[in-house]
C-alpha cells in the first residue's frame, strides 16, 4: 500500500475546491437512513451507517488522503499518542464524521435535550442583546453548528441567519426540508458576498440581530481572496469575506465552536472584535490580525477534540494571492461604509 502524501505537499496536483466535492450517495439510500433513525434510534442507525463510512473510507482516496495530512499536523502538534497510527486515527475521523450526521438527526427532531449542552461565554450575547446590537459570528466545519439551535432556550428571540454554500449538498438538503423543516434555521444560499447580500446582512445587524458565517473555507468564486495564517505549523488560507464583512458592518466579530464533549455537547463563545472603526490605512492589518486570532481559536479547540473538524480536502493548499491585495472593498462596490475614516 502506498503511502500518504508529506503533510507540506498538495493531497493532489489539482485538489479539487471544496465546493466541488460533491455529496455521495443517492436519496434513497439517506430517506433509509433517517427511517432507521427513527426507528431504532442511535443503535439502528449507528448499525446501518458502519459499512457506509467503511466503503467511504476505503475509497474515497481524496478524502482519506486529506485526513491523513490533517491528522499528520495534529500527530506532530502532540494533540494525539505520537504511537498512535495515522491510518486508525483517520478511520475514526471518518467514524467521526459519521456521528456527527447522528448528532444532526437528533437535533432537528428535538431528541437533545437543553440539559446536555454546555455553553461557555455567552455573558457577551446576554450584553449584546440588552443594547440590541448585533453581531457577526464565524464558525467552522469543526463539530455541529445544529447544536446551536438550543440557544433559543437560553436566550428567547434570538434571530440568526446563516451564510452557507449548499448547492454541494442538495440531496442532503432536500432530505431536511421534508423532514425537519421547521426547525430549519434562517438559512441564506450564497457563493459570494454581493452588494445586494451585504446590504441585506447590515439591515438585520443594524435590528439586532446575528449573522453567522463559516471562516475556515476559501470564497468559490476567487480563492485568491484570502488570508493566509499560522495553523498547525503551517500557512494555511482564510476567506477574507467573514473579516472584511465584520469590519465594513462595524459589528462585533464572535468565534463560536459547537463540539461533542463525552455524552453532551459543549457551545464555545470567543470575542475577537468590537464595532470599533478601524482606519482605511489600517484595515488590512486588522484583518489580518482578526483573521489569525480566529485560526488561533480553531487550533485550540481542533487540537482538543481532533477528530472533530471535517474538512476533508486539501486546506492547506495555497491559493496564488495578488501582490498587493485590496483589504476592503470600496464604498460603492458593496455597501456604505458607516462613515469610516
Known amino acids: 500500500m ?83 497510527s495515522l491510518w486508525w486515527l483517520s478511520a475514526k475521523h471518518f467514524w467521526s464524521f459519521g456521528n456527527a450526521l447522528v448528532d444532526k438527526l437528533a437535533v432537528w427532531m428535538g431528541q437533545i435535550p437543553r440539559e446536555q449542552v454546555q455553553i461557555h461565554g455567552d455573558d457577551i450575547i446576554f450584553q449584546l442583546r440588552a443594547k440590541k446590537q448585533g453581531c457577526v459570528l464565524v464558525i467552522s466545519h469543526l463539530g455541529n453548528f445544529e447544536i446551536c439551535r438550543c440557544l433559543s432556550a437560553r436566550h428567547p428571540g434570538m434571530r440568526l441567519t446563516v451564510l452557507m454554500h449548499t448547492k454541494h449538498a442538495q440531496k442532503f438538503n432536500k432530505l431536511m426540508q ?11 444560499q450564497v457563493t459570494e458576498i454581493t452588494p445586494a447580500t451585504a446590504m441585506l446582512l447590515s439591515e438585520r445587524i443594524e435590528q439586532g440581530e446575528f449573522v453567522a458565517i463559516a471562516g475556515d473555507r476559501v470564497p468559490i468564486s476567487n480563492p485568491e481572496n484570502s488570508l493566509l495564517v499560522d495553523f498547525l505549523g503551517d500557512k494555511a488560507p482564510l476567506p477574507l469575506g467573514p473579516f472584511t464583512l465584520a469590519s465594513i458592518l462595524r459589528a462585533p466579530m464572535i468565534g463560536l465552536f459547537c463540539m461533542r464533549e463525552g455524552a453532551g455537547f459543549g457551545i464555545y463563545f470567543k470575542q475577537l472584535s468590537g464595532d470599533q472603526a478601524v482606519p482605511r490605512r489600517q484595515r488590512q492589518q486588522h484583518l489580518q490580525q482578526l483573521a489569525q486570532a480566529y485560526a488561533t481559536q480553531l487550533e485550540y479547540h481542533c487540537r482538543r477534540q481532533p477528530l472533530q473538524w471535517f474538512n476533508f480536502f486539501d486546506f492547506w493548499h495555497l491559493p496564488q494571492l495578488p501582490a498587493q491585495p485590496e483589504a476592503v472593498p470600496q464604498q460603492d462596490s458593496v455597501l456604505q461604509d458607516k462613515g469610516t475614516p
Open 2 to 84: 502506498s503511502q500518504p502524501p508529506e503533510p507540506n505537499k498538495p493531497v493532489e496536483d489539482k485538489p479539487a475546491h471544496w465546493s466541488q466535492v460533491s455529496e455521495a450517495g443517492a436519496l434513497t439510500g439517506m430517506r433509509f437512513l433517517f427511517a432507521c433513525f427513527k426507528l431504532g434510534g442511535r443503535p439502528l442507525f449507528k448499525l446501518m451507517l458502519a459499512p457506509v463510512i467503511f466503503y467511504f473510507f476505503l475509497f474515497r482516496k481524496q478524502a482519506r488522503a486529506a485526513s491523513l495530512d490533517y491528522l499528520r499536523r495534529i500527530k506532530r502538534a502532540g494533540a494525539v499518542a505520537q504511537n498512535s
Open 178 to 188: 421534508e423532514k425537519a423543516s421547521a426547525s430549519q434555521l434562517d438559512i441564506l
